[in-house]
């Protein structure tokens, strides 16, 4: 199947001929090209989530700003240190500084914090991803050490991201970020959830068009899971189903691309993370945040925090890996993606 040369209308049939029952055959071929440029390697990274602050309204998300259910809190610099010292003395040479888009974390505070972890492990790879911000900002944590950045696009219909977030967010504004951190060097990660309200067939294949365009070095993509204090409380969330779809058609269109198998696909089906790596992903991030702050990083119902999903609990993820017939690659995991500056 050759995803790459599909037209919108095209990507979309095959979407919703498989939103139900994943074709095995889409399935094992996304794997195999998986297999063909990475391996059956699964690269683990270590996740902070370090602030649960966010200035934003999203209306899917358990952090949004109205909601006051929830406990809220930040980490301090030697509270983020200390997380990547555990993380270094498990074995991990990836972090993934996560967070709401906290205006408490101003440049000179995230470029101490990033500059700090380079200089304590010089090799490791520092990801952050905390939301839209200025060029000069990306441009001035970028020069601090940053490699990575996440920022899911959510979705690349700008009426279904309308649908999504309140009027003073900017569908125009978010793709600008994304190509303002491609255009700096950074291994750049997008993504999207799958079954989030309002989505279709079309949404989902406009989704695969934008990330053939923007070529990113990561996908972050699972399923909606709703959020009992947002706006979308009652939505349904989405299945396994159609995020193995997702997933496997995202596989097939970057076959360099660095593709998770999600914390939500693991909270919505007990084998949902092995299912994601027979469907072309290769990346974990088990949990380094203090183990009493990450309930309440609460962007969704139910999202699991213990067992594999725990850093403190890497020889069980090992095993679930390697049962799963994987091999775990505790390395950085870089892309092979071309950056805009290699």
């Known amino acids: 199947m050759d995803v790459r040369a599909m037209t919108k209308n095209e990507l979309a049939e095959v979407i919703e001929r498989n939103k139900e029952h994943p074709d095995?055959?889409?399935?094992?071929?996304?794997?195999?090209?998986?297999?063909k440029y990475y391996g059956r390697r699964i690269f683990v990274r270590g996740l902070i989530e370090f602030t649960n602050y966010c200035k934003n309204n999203c209306l899917y998300c358990g952090i949004r700003c109205a909601n006051r259910r929830i406990s809220r809190y930040r980490l301090t610099r030697a509270e983020i240190l200390s997380c990547v010292q555990r993380g270094m003395e498990l074995g991990l040479n990836?972090?993934?500084?996560?967070?709401?888009e906290d205006i408490y974390?101003?440049?000179?505070?995230?470029?101490?914090?990033?500059?700090?972890?380079?200089?304590?492990?010089?090799?490791c790879a520092v990801t952050l991803s905390v939301g839209e911000r200025s060029y000069e900002s990306y441009k001035r944590l970028r020069e601090a050490g940053a490699d990575r950045y996440l920022l899911r696009h959510e979705t690349a219909d700008k009426v279904h991201y309308e649908k999504l977030h309140p009027s003073e967010m900017s569908f125009d504004n978010r793709l600008r970020c994304l190509y303002d951190l491609r255009s700096l060097g950074y291994q750049v990660g997008a993504g999207f959830m799958?079954?989030?309200p309002y989505q279709s067939s079309e949404t989902l294949a406009e989704d695969l068009l934008f990330l053939?365009?923007?070529?990113p070095h990561m996908v972050g993509i699972g399923p909606f899971i709703s959020q009992t204090d947002t706006p979308f409380g009652d939505m349904p969330n989405g299945t396994l189903e159609l995020t193995l779809t997702m997933l496997a058609l995202v596989r097939l269109m970057l076959p360099e691309t660095l593709l998770p198998a999600t914390t939500a696909l693991g909270t919505i089906d007990r084998k949902g993370r092995e299912k994601g790596f027979d469907a072309g992903a290769?990346?974990?991030?088990?949990?380094?945040s203090p183990s009493e702050r990450r309930a309440d990083y609460a962007l969704y119902d139910?999202?699991?925090?213990?067992?594999?999903e725990a850093a403190e609990s890497i020889e069980m993820l090992r095993g679930l890996i390697e049962r799963a017939g994987y091999t775990m690659d505790m390395g950085r995991g870089d892309s092979l993606v071309k950056t805009f500056d290699s």
């Open 24 to 35: 095995p055959a889409l399935i094992s071929g996304a794997a195999a090209v998986r297999d």
């Open 94 to 100: 990836t972090f993934v500084l996560q967070g709401g």
């Open 105 to 123: 974390y101003s440049d000179d505070v995230l470029c101490d914090i990033v500059f700090s972890i380079k200089e304590y492990s010089p090799e």
């Open 194 to 196: 799958v079954g989030s």
């Open 212 to 215: 053939k365009e923007l070529e």
């Open 282 to 288: 290769n990346v974990v991030m088990p949990n380094l």
């Open 302 to 308: 139910n999202k699991l925090c213990t067992g594999a």
